[in-house]
């Protein structure tokens, strides 16, 4: 047998039926169009039918910009999933600062690790040596309050009431949570300082205060030019407004009583960042959730806040501080910040969890027990309320740092309270932390384009 010759007449007669089968038309059975023969298909591409030419060609993935994590920075989470609530309009408003033509209106809540404008001093001019601004934000008129070394302070005739001392009226107290009454005669008089470059201008100056009877207040600024201001009864927040280039703001009551209730005064710039210490000796913070909405409603006419940071917590822990007793106390702090959010539903809101303490004993200095499990609580609790954290425990160096502070002269012997040196440590700490979240998020609108 010659196989060979078998073979090669087998497969032309296979060539030559696939010959004739690509010159056969397409045709169609019960709907069903046959498919073209094509012998040479893998060796010449089909031409592309005017369809498939139109349809537009897929574009190369863009690079997405990786996040900004600068070493030693502690950056701030956002639990608010895209809502309300969390850094997204603070981070817009500092993007945009040079074009708002308003503040960007900053509210710092603290305890006595913030009292004095400590913290709170250096975080405000480094903030507004970037993004413009000036002023100290509000003043208080309070005997602590005086201290505050970014204005010089001087009230007669006020009788001050707050809400760490008996008797105190909680549904009468300011955002401060504190109210004055002035009596007759009653002058404050506020000037500037020369202790950063940015407190000592001032081109805004408010007084608040509320009023069930008339009442009329006289101001002077730059020590001469003098103007009337007059109240009717009414239980909105009222502001008497003076603007221009101040170099010091007075006020007088002619005829103080206690219908009327003065809550402070607010020194600021036309633009760039206002920032308001509003710090409370001893407080745990819970007590903010106490403040009537109105009244928060009421200021926020005209300080429309854009962030709100709450640092509290110092107060309530100790050696011997259980899950139990934080969770109750993170329960009481959810209702501050529902509150908060009721009162300026656009403002962004992060808490900032409790700084380091520590406390002498058998084992020698370390970092109060409760502290460690404060810091979690309150980063659990941000994450239920869909609001931002920063871990200020952590930047500022985690356990026992607050020693290495002491030892370092950025904090007093007590363990608890900086001084302004540190306190200059710490918002640096912070002022970064927002930075980077300020990058973080202008990447992030770049990817979405």
């Not at 190369?60 to 969390?86: C, N, R, T």
């Not at 009327?260 to 409370?280: C, H, K, P, Q």
């Not at 809101?349 to 970092?367: E, L």
């Not at 941000?382 to 020693?403: I, R």
Request: charged fraction near 20%; proline fraction near 5%; hydrophobic fraction near 35%.
């Amino acid at each position: 047998m010659n196989s060979t010759r078998k073979v090669f007449l087998l497969t032309l007669l296979v060539v030559s039926v696939l010959l004739l089968m690509h010159q056969l038309p397409t045709f169609s059975i019960n709907g069903m169009e046959s498919r073209p023969v094509h012998l040479l298909s893998d060796l010449f591409p089909e031409e592309e039918t005017e369809e498939e030419a139109e349809k537009p060609v897929s574009p190369v993935k863009k690079a997405l910009l990786p996040k900004y994590h600068p070493q030693g920075v502690e950056l701030i989470e956002d639990f608010s999933e895209g809502h309300e609530g969390g850094m997204a309009h603070i981070y817009d408003r500092l993007l945009h600062a040079d074009s708002l033509g308003t503040p960007i209106y900053i509210a710092y809540f603290g305890d006595s690790f913030i009292e004095g404008d400590i913290v709170t001093c250096d975080l405000r001019e480094m903030l507004q040596e970037k993004y413009g601004g000036n002023g100290p934000g509000w003043v208080d008129f309070g005997s602590i309050s005086k201290n505050r070394p970014t204005a010089r302070i001087y009230s007669q005739g006020l009788e001050e009431n707050v809400v760490i001392k008996k008797p105190y009226n909680r549904q009468l107290g300011g955002i401060n949570q504190r109210y004055f009454y002035p009596s007759n005669g009653a002058t404050i008089r506020i000037t500037p300082t020369k202790y950063k470059p940015h407190v000592g201008n001032w081109v805004n100056a408010r007084l608040f205060l509320t009023t069930q009877a008339d009442v009329t207040v006289e101001s002077t600024t730059n020590g001469h030019e003098s103007e009337v201001h007059t109240f009717a009864p009414s239980p909105e927040i009222q502001v008497t407004e003076t603007k221009g280039t101040l170099n010091s703001i007075s006020y007088r009551f002619p005829k103080g009583s206690s219908a009327t209730r003065v809550f402070g005064v607010t020194l600021d710039g036309n633009y760039g960042v206002a920032l308001d210490n509003f710090s409370m000796r001893g407080s745990a913070g819970y007590t903010i959730g106490d403040i009537p909405l109105s009244t928060l409603q009421g200021i926020g006419k005209y300080r429309p806040y854009d962030l709100i940071i709450l640092q509290f917590g110092a107060n309530v822990v100790d050696n011997n501080s259980t899950n139990a007793m934080c969770r109750h106390y993170i329960n009481r702090m959810k209702k501050v910040i529902a509150l908060l959010r009721e009162a300026y539903p656009k403002a962004s809101i992060c808490v900032f969890s409790v700084p380091d303490r520590v406390q002498r004993s058998a084992s020698g200095i370390h970092t109060i027990k409760g502290i460690e499990k404060l810091v979690e609580f309150q980063r659990t609790m941000a994450a239920e309320c869909g609001v931002a954290y920063l871990n200020v425990h952590q930047a500022m160096g985690g356990n026992d740092s607050m020693k290495s502070f002491v030892e370092n002269g950025l904090a007093a012997k007590d363990y608890t309270h900086l001084n302004f040196k540190g306190g200059h440590a710490i918002a640096n700490h912070i002022y970064e932390s927002i930075l980077a979240g300020v990058e973080n998020h202008r990447r992030d609108l770049l990817n979405e384009r």
